[in-house]
Nanobody
Framework: QVQLAQSGGGLVQAGDSLRLSCAAS????????VGWFRQASEKEREFVAR????????YYTDSVKGRFAISRDNTENTVYLQMNSLKPEDTAVYYC????????????????????WGQGTQVTVGS
């Protein structure tokens, strides 16, 4: 069993930066895919970024490429989402999630592939 604890988030202005953290307990992230998703008010949860722990490969949705960066700290067993040049449209509740059971039928770009979820953290970007 993996427990995910998120930290970070808050209220910022357009152009500012924030860093979200997702720390695992219960076991290490080794061989997991760890993703960040977000859900804006009255919208569906959407994929933001993910990192494949063992390889370090990262993937992003188009709207955040060049602005967001996902990274990992092996020692701390923590995944970070550095968000730069924030825009009002980035406003949402952000969730980290982890999976070790993704497949071509359950690709890690979809929330349904993830078994474990953090508690969510609000990010609000003012214009």
């Amino acid at each position: 069993q993996v427990q995910l604890a998120q930290s970070g988030g808050g209220l910022v202005q357009a152009g500012d930066s924030l860093r979200l953290s997702c720390a695992a307990s219960g076991r290490t992230f080794s061989s997991y895919v760890v993703g960040w998703f977000r859900q804006a008010s009255e919208k569906e949860r959407e994929f933001v970024a993910r990192i494949h722990w063992n390889s370090g490969n990262t993937y992003y949705t188009d709207s955040v490429k060049g602005r967001f960066a996902i990274s990992r700290d092996n020692t701390e067993n923590t995944v970070y989402l550095q968000m730069n040049s924030l825009k009002p449209e980035d406003t949402a509740v952000y969730y980290c999630a982890a999976t070790s059971t993704w497949s071509t039928l359950r690709p890690p770009s979809r929330s349904s592939a993830y078994n474990y979820w953090g508690q969510g953290t609000q990010v609000t970007v003012g214009s």
